[in-house]
């Protein structure tokens, strides 16, 4: 099949693409838009997966080949073991725990805050809200201060970036000679960074005269933590993963939020048990990261000469995993495209949203309590909860699948 993932069809009405791919007993796809392969058969994936001796990371999770050495996503075994032995310090199950009373005390507040006018945005004053207070939590920088306000430039910096990881770099290169690309998104990306070079120099500081511990925050635990060879992070590696975590550990969890509630809105007979049984919620978080996973894919590379399904790929050919079309395998999920709540846990559990094996997303279990928080929240304190106009689905970052304006209302007791 031949598939453009940057189209307005294709945004509109992925799922029936997908639902095409697997039908067709030829789950694979072509884009003459950068000239790429993709992939939505779970076993497939799967199989790619375990295989990292010949599918990298090395060249990015974009459409494009990443010129420079990232982080996490962007490397490959041992450089990607060292990264998460030091990561796995500060992205600990316990230690995201520990935030949970943070996190549900600024969800009450954001909710006293608009309550009482029956109807908001929940996208904008909840499911961006939400993540990236947490998200800023954790690498000690507070989103407010005398400042202003950081959220609108760093939510412009994720279209920016974001944005872009499905467009063709000669296009990319054009738009930004044509001064097309947008230019306060420009600002905002370089503000991001200034950001966060200038809070890696003040957590130097603070760590040599004694204001900070090596678990102050994130940034300090990156100081502080040597890999299992006794080196540390350098300060450019530090610096990216400040920029890919603010990214993967906000924009994904925010879609997320306001797709499980989307989801709900509109399966009625299923939200009805949902509020009739809560103990149903952890369910009903898993059903749509399968259903309505965030983000459609990533890509890997092909280290050598190989066969994929019917396709021969030359070496290093860019191939996009996609997590959205697998979670659709009727192979794996009876009834792909059917929201249900009467599905076993552990086989839903089997969705790709967070990726798999390897780099397998080490926020997962972070965005599964911040879900939690925000699903039960929302379930106690907006009754009736209804649309109050036009809900905008999210098409200017085609990688994700997910809402722009999310309307609603609810009874004010």
């Known amino acids: 099949m031949e598939v453009d993932f940057n189209s307005e069809p294709f945004l509109t009405d992925f799922k029936q693409t997908y639902a095409a791919m697997h039908a067709s007993g030829c789950p694979f796809a072509h884009s003459t838009l950068g000239d790429h392969y993709a992939v939505a058969s779970h076993a497939e994936i799967v199989d790619m997966l375990k295989r990292y001796d010949l599918w990298k990371s090395k060249y990015g999770p974009g459409l494009n080949y990443q010129e420079r050495s990232g982080v996490l996503v962007s490397v490959d075994p041992p450089e990607h073991t060292f990264e998460v032995k030091i990561v796995a310090s500060a992205f600990s199950v316990p230690y995201f725990e520990s935030l949970i009373p943070e996190m549900q005390a600024f969800v009450d507040e954001q909710i006293d805050g608009f309550y009482a006018d029956g109807r908001v945005d929940l996208h904008q004053a909840l499911s961006i809200a939400l993540p990236l207070f947490v998200i800023f939590r954790m690498f000690g920088i507070p989103l407010r201060d005398e400042a202003g306000d ?57 760590l040599e005269n004694g204001e900070y511990h090596d678990d102050s925050n994130i940034v300090c635990r990156f100081l502080t933590t040597p890999g299992p060879d006794g080196t540390y992070l350098s300060d450019a590696k530090i610096l990216g993963f400040c920029g890919f975590l603010l990214t993967a550990g906000s924009a994904t969890t925010t879609i ?28 009903a978080i898993e059903e749509s990261l399968r259903l309505d996973a965030p983000v459609q894919g990533l890509f890997r590379t092909n280290d050598e000469e190989t066969d994929l399904g019917p396709l021969h790929l030359e070496r290093d050919t860019k191939v996009m995993l996609l997590w959205a ?89």
């Open 150 to 206: 950081k959220t609108e430039f760093v939510r412009q910096m994720i279209l920016g970036s974001v944005g872009l990881m499905l467009t063709p770099s000669h296009q990319v290169q054009a738009e930004l000679a044509a001064g097309s690309v947008d230019e306060a998104r420009m600002r905002a990306v370089a503000g991001t960074q200034q950001m966060f070079v200038d809070h890696l120099a003040d957590c130097k500081r603070k």
């Open 256 to 283: 997320m939020l306001s797709n499980i509630l989307y989801r709900l809105l509109t399966e009625p007979e299923e939200f009805a048990k949902l509020k009739a049984n809560p103990d149903l919620v952890p369910l």
């Open 325 to 413: 079309g697998a979670n659709l395998d009727p192979a794996v999920f009876d009834d792909p495209l059917r929201f249900s709540l009467d599905r076993d846990i552990a086989r839903v559990r089997r969705h790709l949203a967070f990726g798999y094996g390897t780099h397998f997303c080490r926020g997962a279990a972070l965005a599964r309590i911040e879900g939690e928080i925000f699903l039960r929240a929302v379930l106690d304190r907006l009754p009736n909860l209804r649309f109050d106009g036009e809900v905008v689905m999210e098409k200017r970052m085609p990688v994700l699948q997910g809402i722009r304006s999310l309307p609603l209302a609810w009874d004010v007791g």
